[in-house]
């Protein structure tokens, strides 16, 4: 008898961070579905299809942590201290940055040839293009991360 277990847990992140961050999307609508699986969803693209760098990865996983144009969760439980002691300097500052970018997120970090940021808003809107809302922007990203993204299955 065989008895196969899969592990769920994103492997960048912290368990106790993973389950802080669940905790407080938890619930909250997002494009269709909870904002939990949305986060997850865009960490899920960005470790399975892109296979960006773990920063990238864990930024995805938390870049709304701050706000974004989605402001629905309680961002008082995300300061830049708590983010940084679950997912590290470099990835926090990703975070950061992106939620910086409260009007035409795509268009400025296309302006700003940061192709972590790239990789991050193309996972975001893929989880969110339901209807193909979002195909301009996204070959318009594809492009902007040039080999970055070619090289992989997206």
């Not at 939990?36 to 773990?54: C, G, K, M, T």
């Not at 709304?64 to 961002?75: E, I, M, P, R």
């Not at 296309?110 to 808003?121: F, K, P, R, V």
Request: charged share 25%.
């Amino acid at each position: 008898k065989s008895i196969l277990v899969f592990n769920t847990m994103p492997v960048h992140q912290k368990d106790e961070g993973f389950v802080y961050l669940m905790k407080h999307s938890k619930d909250l609508p997002h494009s269709g579905k909870s904002f939990d699986r949305h986060l997850y969803n865009v960490f899920s693209i960005l470790e399975w299809q892109l296979h960006a760098p773990a920063d990238v990865c864990k930024a995805g996983l938390w870049h709304s942590a701050y706000g974004t144009v989605y402001d629905k969760h309680d961002t008082s439980k995300f300061t830049r201290e708590i983010v940084r002691g679950f997912i590290g300097e470099e990835a926090e500052k990703m975070v950061h940055k992106f939620c910086s970018y409260k009007t035409n997120r795509a268009q400025k970090i296309l302006e700003s040839g940061d192709t972590n940021l790239m990789m991050i808003e193309f996972a975001n809107l893929v989880d969110q293009n339901n209807n193909g809302q979002y195909n301009e922007t996204l070959a318009k990203l594809k492009a902007g991360m040039g080999d970055d993204i070619r090289r992989n299955s997206i």
